[in-house]
């Protein structure tokens, strides 16, 4: 089997080409970075942002009782943050922010999840959260 060659691209008139009548002038193309990269520039890496996040968990529900509206719209505001947090360091990442408050009345929380990804890109990490009325925890996954 024969390699098929590659076409001749000299024929193809560019969008910055069109507007100068195909006549290129030197100096003012601009360098446009690729934007179909398979392999991340920088990995996931929970341990960079656990701490930042639990300090923004904590500040959330520090000193507050169990209000299923109050809790509702702190979650909210909370998920905006670390989204925001997350998405500044790690710019070709997804990210998951489920974040899950109640009230705590003697009864104990169990929690699974399963999930089908690639272990060389993606991950997760777990923040807990419990004082006397109310117990919060934050899953947040990052999909590349």
């Excluded at 934007?35 to 904590?58: A, D, G, I, M, S």
């Excluded at 529900?61 to 947090?85: P, Q, T, V």
Aim: proline share 2%.
């Amino acid at each position: 089997m024969s390699r098929s060659k590659i076409p001749d691209t000299d024929h193809f008139i560019s969008n910055t080409d069109a507007d100068t009548g195909g006549q290129h002038e030197s100096g003012d193309e601009q360098a446009v970075p690729d934007n179909y990269e398979l392999e991340h520039l920088r990995k996931f890496q929970p341990f960079l942002v656990r701490e930042k996040c639990e300090e923004l968990l904590r500040e959330a529900f520090g000193g507050i009782k169990y209000d299923h509206d109050r809790c509702r719209s702190i979650s909210e505001n909370l998920r905006a943050k670390m989204l925001d947090l997350l998405k500044t360091l790690f710019d070709r990442y997804r990210f998951i922010v489920q974040i899950v408050t109640g009230g705590k009345a003697g009864q104990s929380v169990l929690t699974n999840f399963e999930a089908v990804w690639d272990t060389d890109f993606d991950d997760y990490f777990m923040i807990t959260y419990k004082q006397q009325d109310l117990y919060a925890f934050v899953m947040i996954f990052a999909i590349y």
